[in-house]
Structures are given as structure tokens and as C-alpha cells.
């Protein structure tokens, strides 16, 4: 049975930083795609990033590129999103997910949520002054 765990959200200024863990069992962790995505009140759950973690192949959203860093360790079965730079509209409750495999458009990832089975619960992040 997979599952995820998240944490390390929080309140944190603009310009400021957190990272957030996603820890997960009941699955062979380094066979598998992990994600981050996002829900802001009011809009669509979005991609923000995932890892392969088979080959370490990572794929970012264009609003958070150069600002965020996912990194797997597969010896914890933790996933990280180093978050930098924080942006108001980065407010939101971020999950992870996970999947058997990442579906790209190309070289680019999906960003679908449709295409996760396993979700770990929500982790508030609020950047505000």
C-alpha cells in the first residue's frame, strides 16, 4: 500500500525560503516518479516538479524554475522540494504524488494530475509580509 507523507510548510515572507519533505512506503521508492503539485483557493491542482528516481531526471513548472529544487534520497525514501526566492502567488497547499512512471509531451513533463494513483496528504505554505 503506498503511501506519502508530506510536511515542512509554514508561513514565510516573500523572498524567503522552506523545503518541503515528502516521505514514502509500501513501494519500491526507487522505481517510481515523485511530485509536487499545488492547490491555490480557487484554481486547479498544477504541477510544480518531480524527480525520476530510477535515474534522477527532474522536471520543473516555467514559473518555478530557477527558484525551486526537487532532490530524492533514496536510502530515507524522501523526496525534497527546496523552495527559494518565495513568491505571494506561490501560496498554496502543496502534495506530493506518486506514479510507476513520468508521462512527458516530448522532453516535457505532463503536469497531470490524472496521471498520479498515489497522493500523500497536504502541506500549507503562505507567503505573506
Known amino acids: 500500500d503506498v503511501q506519502l507523507q508530506a510536511s515542512g510548510g509554514g508561513l514565510v515572507q516573500p523572498g524567503g525560503s522552506l523545503r518541503l519533505s515528502c516521505v514514502g512506503s509500501?513501494?519500491?521508492?526507487?522505481?517510481?516518479?515523485i511530485a509536487w503539485f499545488r492547490q491555490a483557493p480557487g484554481k486547479e491542482r498544477e504541477g510544480v516538479s518531480c524527480v525520476v528516481t530510477s535515474d534522477g531526471s527532474t522536471y520543473y513548472a516555467d514559473s518555478v524554475k530557477g527558484r525551486f529544487t526537487i532532490a530524492s534520497d533514496v536510502a530515507s525514501n524522501t523526496v525534497y522540494l527546496q523552495m527559494n526566492s518565495l513568491e505571494p502567488g506561490d501560496t498554496a497547499v502543496y502534495y506530493c504524488a506518486a506514479a510507476p512512471h513520468v508521462v512527458l509531451y516530448g522532453t516535457r513533463w505532463s503536469r497531470k494530475p490524472r496521471d498520479f494513483g498515489s497522493w500523500g496528504q497536504g502541506t500549507l505554505v503562505t507567503v505573506s509580509s
Open positions: 509500501g513501494f519500491s521508492f526507487d522505481s517510481y516518479t
